[in-house]
């Protein structure tokens, strides 16, 4: 499991996350819902420790990553695996060696067994016909799809997405909710920060609503929808749906 | 008019000599490109990196070398540091190279770097994400996207080391320069062999430069970002 204990992050003099603690179970999917500049994606990055918190732990199977070595950190990435909102797809290699580059490299597996990782899951996502292309010539929600692929190629034990439909065209965000979603039945425990309120709603088992760098609600998404109780929760939903 | 064309037919024989003296110019230029991206390579990654001590030597490597005139370091390296240590016999063009290659260096790395920044922070994040350490991620995933966005301006840098490989004509290395003073010495003549020369390094250079050209509209065609 993921447990974020008492994180806190300043950049500078300004306070992005404030004593913010979430434990996410195996097989759980939690949505981070709030306005913008809550402090959600500087959360999800603190539990891979792209940005290292400033104070607190974040402890991926009783594994503390504040106090490890930069190489051991490393390691643990290879369970976490993340989306991005810019997908981050490697420019210079082909959609098939976007996804087998991280395999042969960091797990050390054979070419041959990489490759038929990787095709497996471009046919999951649809996009087996695009291997040999390069990401340019892929429309948004295609880029996306060859991101969560990527990330499932190094076979992680849980998985972070950043809004990872914030940045596509409306006509493509279904294609990638749709994958993201039958990854959640398929019982993949993940963290998703999104603004698609209908999507929360429908694939997480836990709405954490989260403002000004705290943690103001953490709930069901049939209670945290139907009833909110903070003032501030109650606003945020008027304002948006 | 009439002397001027009586000149060149008088240094006919010798201009086979002076033109093939561009493979020198060529020779320490390619060389000292050489080192100079090695060079290059490592100084940006210390300059980037984490580690204060590194990126304070390669800071300070980059100031004296761009800080003093290279007739300067090439002089250093070839009179003076031999005559201290009491080295006899150093090869002049060997002195060249290895000088030009470090003075190289010290600009090159500064490109580069501009490069490595210039590639999206994102980048660096998913390959992190990935697990993947530092070095393989700067060889596989940061360098190579790097080096496309600078090579017009690696390009460049090789153009100015043509054409300032033309000092080496002071410590007796006989580029297209040297040769080109060789004959007018020889006949007392210095109008036709010096433009000689001085039409050949023109027309290398608009042979590199086209040559650039060349390679960034490829690589701008088949652009993959």
Same mark, same amino acid.
């Given at each position: 499991?993921?447990?974020?204990?008492?994180?806190?992050?300043?950049? /500078?003099?300004?306070?992005? &996350?404030?004593?913010?603690?979430?434990?996410?179970?195996?097989?759980?999917?939690?949505?981070?819902?709030?306005?913008?500049?809550?402090?959600?994606?500087?959360?999800? $990055?603190?539990?891979?420790? &792209?940005e290292p918190p400033t104070k607190g732990s974040v402890l991926i199977d009783d594994q503390d990553l504040v106090s490890l070595k930069q190489k051991q950190v490393t390691k643990v990435r290879e369970k976490v695996g993340m989306v991005f909102q810019h997908f981050h797809l490697?420019?210079?290699?082909?959609?098939?060696?976007? &996804?087998?580059?991280?395999?042969?490299?960091?797990?050390?597996?054979?070419?041959?067994?990489?490759?038929? $990782?990787?095709?497996?899951?471009?046919?999951?996502? /649809?996009?087996?016909?695009?291997?040999?292309?390069?990401?340019?010539?892929?429309? /948004?929600?295609?880029k996306q799809r060859v991101a969560i692929a990527r990330a499932l190629a190094m076979e992680p034990e849980y998985m972070l997405f950043d809004e990872p439909t914030s940045a596509l065209?409306?006509?493509?965000?279904?294609?990638?909710?749709?994958?993201?979603?039958?990854?959640?039945?398929? /019982?993949?425990?993940?963290v998703i920060v999104t603004h698609e309120m209908g999507f929360a709603k429908q694939v997480?088992?836990?709405?954490?609503?989260?403002?000004?760098? $705290?943690?103001?609600?953490?709930?069901?998404?049939?209670?945290?929808?139907?009833?909110?109780?903070?003032? $501030?929760?109650?606003?945020? &939903?008027?304002?948006?749906? | 008019m009439e002397h001027v064309i009586t000149g060149f037919k008088t240094i006919a024989p010798s201009i086979p000599y002076i033109i093939n003296g561009i493979w020198v110019t060529l020779g320490i230029a390619l060389g000292a490109a050489i080192i100079g991206f090695v060079l290059g390579i490592l100084l940006s990654l210390c300059k980037i990196g984490n580690i204060k001590l590194l990126s304070g030597i390669a800071r300070a490597y980059t100031s004296i070398f761009r800080g003093t005139p290279l007739i300067m370091q090439l002089a250093l390296a070839y009179f003076a540091i031999p005559q201290l240590i009491g080295l006899n016999d150093v090869n002049p063009t060997t002195c060249a190279i290895v000088t030009f290659g470090l003075n190289s260096g010290a600009y090159m790395s500064e490109i580069i770097r501009s490069g490595i920044n210039a590639v999206d922070k994102g980048q660096f994040e998913a390959a992190s994400a990935l697990g993947v350490g530092y070095w393989p991620m700067m060889k596989d995933i940061i360098l190579p996207q790097a080096i496309k966005n600078i090579l017009p301006a690696m390009m460049n840098e090789f153009i100015t080391l043509t054409k300032d490989s033309a000092i080496v004509s002071t410590i007796a290395v006989t580029d297209m320069m040297r040769r080109s003073q060789i004959v007018s010495a020889e006949y007392y003549l210095y109008f036709p062999p010096m433009f000689v020369a001085f039409i050949m390094y023109y027309i290398v250079v608009l042979i590199l430069t086209a040559v650039g050209g060349r390679i960034e509209r490829r690589l701008s065609r088949s652009d993959q970002s």
């Open positions: 499991m993921i447990k974020a204990e008492h994180v806190y992050k300043d950049f /500078g003099s300004t306070k992005v &996350l404030k004593d913010v603690s979430l434990d996410i179970n195996k097989g759980e999917v939690v949505v981070i819902i709030g306005p913008s500049g809550s402090g959600k994606s500087t959360f999800l $990055r603190c539990i891979n420790l &792209l490697f420019p210079h290699k082909t959609v098939l060696d976007n &996804l087998i580059y991280a395999p042969m490299k960091v797990k050390k597996l054979s070419k041959d067994e990489a490759v038929k $990782r990787a095709e497996a899951l471009l046919e999951k996502v /649809g996009l087996l016909d695009k291997k040999n292309q390069y990401p340019n010539k892929l429309s /948004g929600g295609q065209d409306p006509e493509m965000v279904k294609e990638v909710l749709d994958v993201i979603q039958s990854l959640a039945e398929s /019982g993949m425990t993940m997480a088992n836990k709405v954490v609503f989260m403002d000004d760098g $705290r943690i103001l609600e953490s709930n069901t998404p049939e209670a945290f929808f139907s009833n909110p109780k903070t003032d $501030r929760a109650k606003d945020f &939903l008027k304002k948006i749906l | -």
